[in-house]
């Protein structure tokens, strides 16, 4: 460590910490796990596939069971993707009803 390095006190644990550790610590604690439907988890630029049916609200379409969704990029909800898919724009999807490839 530098002597330069600037410490900042942690109030959870109590210690002073290096100002770099501390925010590397608080950007891990505030990452969202997003899982599909059979517990892989999900990260961005994944392809999935829709394990079921899904009637699209707002643009009159169903994606049929087997569809290949590519580069999904999360929301920061645990349930929730955003995908693009072409002819549906603003498409998001539950996580429950995908299946990671």
Do not use: H
């Not at 501390?22 to 990260?43: F, M, P």
């Not at 898919?85 to 490839?101: D, H, M, N, Q, S």
């Amino acid at each position: 460590m530098s002597e330069d390095e600037d410490y900042v006190y942690d109030e959870d644990s109590g210690e002073w910490l290096p100002a770099s550790e501390l925010a590397a610590k608080r950007q891990a604690a505030c990452a969202v796990e997003v899982r599909d439907a059979v517990g892989n988890l999900l990260a961005d630029g994944d392809q999935v596939t829709l394990i079921k049916d899904l009637d699209v609200k707002g643009a009159g379409q169903t994606l049929k069971q087997g569809t290949l969704i590519k580069s999904i990029r999360l929301t920061g909800d645990p349930q929730e993707i955003d995908c693009k898919y072409p002819g549906i724009k603003g498409l998001v999807l539950r996580a429950e009803f995908v299946r990671k490839r």
